[in-house]
């Protein structure tokens, strides 16, 4: 390898080092994230569905805002997750999802009665 090819890469890397810390110092400062973990994941989900329920307000706008057919896709994507995961969760996990599908289900169903209307 010439020294020109060897520089080029050294040089990349250290654009890519130097982005990497650009963005750590834009994070608030003592900022830990969560521990990933099965619920977490699900109740992020459910967040983002009852947003799309209008039920909560879009934390970005502080606007309640409707998108039934995102609210569906969210759905059906817990719903999904329910269905690959039987067998694999812990009794705390399953219920979990059990409660949360149950309560965005009736409040899909509320929503697109009252649009029937």
Same mark, same amino acid.
């Given at each position: 390898?010439?020294?020109?090819?060897?520089?080029?890469?050294?040089?990349?890397?250290?654009?890519?080092?130097?982005?990497? !810390? +650009? %963005?750590?110092?834009? &994070?608030?400062?003592?900022? =830990?994230p969560?521990?990933?973990?099965?619920?977490?994941f699900? /109740?992020?989900?459910?967040?983002?569905?009852?947003?799309?329920?209008?039920?909560?307000?879009?934390?970005?706008?502080?606007? !309640? +805002? %409707?998108?039934?057919? &995102?609210?569906?896709?969210? =759905?059906?994507?817990?719903?999904?997750?329910?269905?690959?995961? /039987?067998?694999?969760?812990?009794?705390?996990?399953?219920?979990?999802?059990?409660?949360?599908?149950?309560?965005?289900?009736?409040?899909?169903?509320?929503?697109?009665?009252?649009?029937?209307?």
């Amino acid at each position: 390898m010439n020294e020109e090819a060897k520089k080029n890469i050294d040089e990349t890397w250290k654009d890519e080092a130097k982005k990497e !810390k +650009e %963005e750590l110092e834009k &994070q608030p400062e003592g900022f =830990v994230p969560p521990e990933p973990d099965f619920s977490f994941f699900i /109740t992020t989900l459910s967040l983002q569905a009852s947003i799309a329920l209008g039920i909560i307000p879009n934390p970005t706008t502080n606007q !309640k +805002e %409707e998108s039934l057919t &995102q609210a569906k896709f969210i =759905v059906d994507t817990l719903s999904m997750l329910k269905d690959k995961t /039987t067998g694999n969760l812990n009794s705390e996990e399953d219920s979990l999802l059990e409660n949360i599908l149950y309560e965005l289900r009736m409040a899909y169903v509320s929503k697109t009665k009252g649009e029937a209307k």
